[in-house]
């Protein structure tokens, strides 16, 4: 998985590189020093897979066994972003997201690395975002307590730009998360794989 997010971020840079070259009309949105403002509600679905390892003793052996198990189920989440424009087209893009995982509270923390493609006459703006960052466990008492779960971010969508500056975005997100926890028994290692459809607007400043 690691080897495919270098790549794709490797990609992502290559190809924005390319643009900058290959465009010869100007760009009017999305430019370097241009700042945005976005904001998302994603509605999916997740598959947590969990891996538990349990170690006990009668004082004179010791036992161990290894449970696996799957749970899928409702995902939404509600994100807010700040990207700055480093060249035409590309740019970091700090995230934070509420998530709700079956009914559990959990936050992210995310930079992200998006491209918005240019074509000319156009009012539509293809665009690739990916991501790392950290996330809580959902359901802990604090958002912030613990944030050690591991966040791969990935994204394709579109924005369709209405107004000067301001744009309606709509995204296909996919999300991996890996994390593990200890109790005084057993061992937990967990991975979420999480697809959601995004819905949301972003303004230029």
């Given at each position: 998985?690691k080897?495919?997010?270098?790549?794709l971020i490797i990609f992502?840079?290559?190809t924005s590189g390319?643009a900058q070259?290959?465009?010869?009309?100007?760009?009017?949105f999305?430019?370097q020093g241009?700042?945005?403002?976005?904001?998302?509600?994603?509605?999916?679905?997740?598959?947590e897979?969990?891996?538990?390892?349990?170690?006990?003793s009668?004082?004179?052996?010791?036992?161990?066994y290894?449970?696996?198990y799957?749970?899928?189920?409702?995902?939404t989440?509600l994100?807010v972003?700040?990207?700055?424009?480093?060249?035409n087209?590309?740019?970091?893009?700090?995230e934070?997201?509420?998530n709700?995982y079956?009914?559990e509270?959990?936050?992210s923390?995310?930079?992200n690395?998006?491209?918005?493609?240019?074509?000319?006459?156009?009012?539509?703006?293809?665009?690739?975002?990916l991501g790392?960052?950290?996330?809580?466990?959902?359901?802990?008492?604090?958002?912030?307590?613990f944030?050690?779960?591991?966040?791969?971010?990935?994204?394709?969508?579109l924005?369709l730009?209405?107004?000067?500056?301001?744009?309606?975005r709509?995204?296909?997100?996919?999300?991996n998360?890996k994390?593990?926890?200890t109790?005084?028994?057993s061992t937990y290692?967990?991975?979420?794989?999480?697809i959601?459809?995004?819905f949301?607007?972003?303004?230029l400043?």
């Amino acid at each position: 998985m690691k080897r495919i997010f270098f790549i794709l971020i490797i990609f992502v840079i290559i190809t924005s590189g390319y643009a900058q070259v290959s465009e010869k009309s100007q760009r009017k949105f999305y430019k370097q020093g241009d700042w945005e403002f976005g904001f998302a509600l994603n509605i999916g679905v997740s598959s947590e897979q969990t891996k538990q390892t349990s170690i006990y003793s009668d004082g004179s052996s010791q036992y161990s066994y290894t449970y696996d198990y799957t749970e899928k189920g409702f995902y939404t989440h509600l994100g807010v972003s700040t990207g700055y424009y480093i060249i035409n087209g590309l740019s970091i893009e700090p995230e934070f997201d509420l998530n709700v995982y079956n009914w559990e509270i959990s936050a992210s923390l995310l930079a992200n690395l998006c491209y918005t493609f240019y074509l000319p006459q156009k009012n539509i703006y293809p665009y690739l975002k990916l991501g790392y960052g950290l996330s809580t466990e959902p359901g802990t008492s604090s958002l912030f307590e613990f944030l050690d779960i591991k966040t791969i971010n990935a994204g394709v969508g579109l924005k369709l730009a209405y107004s000067s500056g301001m744009a309606f975005r709509m995204e296909i997100n996919y999300r991996n998360l890996k994390g593990s926890n200890t109790d005084y028994y057993s061992t937990y290692e967990t991975t979420t794989s999480v697809i959601s459809i995004s819905f949301g607007a972003s303004v230029l400043f």
